[in-house]
Nanobody, 130 residues
Framework: QVELVESGGGFVQSGGSLKLSCAVS?????????IAWYRQAPGKEREGVSC????????YYADAVKGRFTISRDVANNTFDLQMDGLKPDDTATYYC??????????????????????WGQGTQVTVSS
């Protein structure tokens, strides 16, 4: 199993910044995988935010956050970070870290694979006031 622990959520005003971290540990069958940040607001469907591929360090962003959010990898600490700048009230949601080997589904089609092919973190709450 691969386990993920998220941290860094909080309450900020519009225009503020937060940095989320995803700590990854467990058993890996391959060095090549994807780590994604998804979010879900109350009453809305879960949507993809950003992805990082360990195959070639490629990054992917949803149009709604492009230019404001940055995903990166800290190899030494085995974490994946999401720097969020210029936050808006529409960014308010619970943010989840997801691990999967299915890069195309997770980060290109923005469709979360079934539980047989993906692992989830517990989520961290981000609230942005106007």
């Amino acid at each position: 199993q691969v386990e993920l622990v998220e941290s860094g959520g909080g309450f900020v005003q519009s225009g503020g910044s937060l940095k989320l971290s995803c700590a990854v540990s467990g058993r890996f069958t391959t060095h090549y995988y994807a780590i994604a940040w998804y979010r879900q607001a109350p009453g809305k469907e879960r949507e993809g935010v950003s992805c990082f591929s360990t195959t070639d360090s490629s990054t992917y962003y949803a149009d709604a956050v492009k230019g404001r959010f940055t995903i990166s990898r800290d190899v030494a600490n085995n974490t994946f970070d999401l720097q969020m700048d210029g936050l808006k009230p529409d960014d308010t949601a619970t943010y989840y870290c997801i691990y999967s080997n299915l890069l195309f589904s997770l980060c290109v089609k923005w469709q979360i694979p079934s539980s047989d092919f993906a692992s989830w973190g517990q989520g961290t709450q981000v609230t942005v006031s106007s």
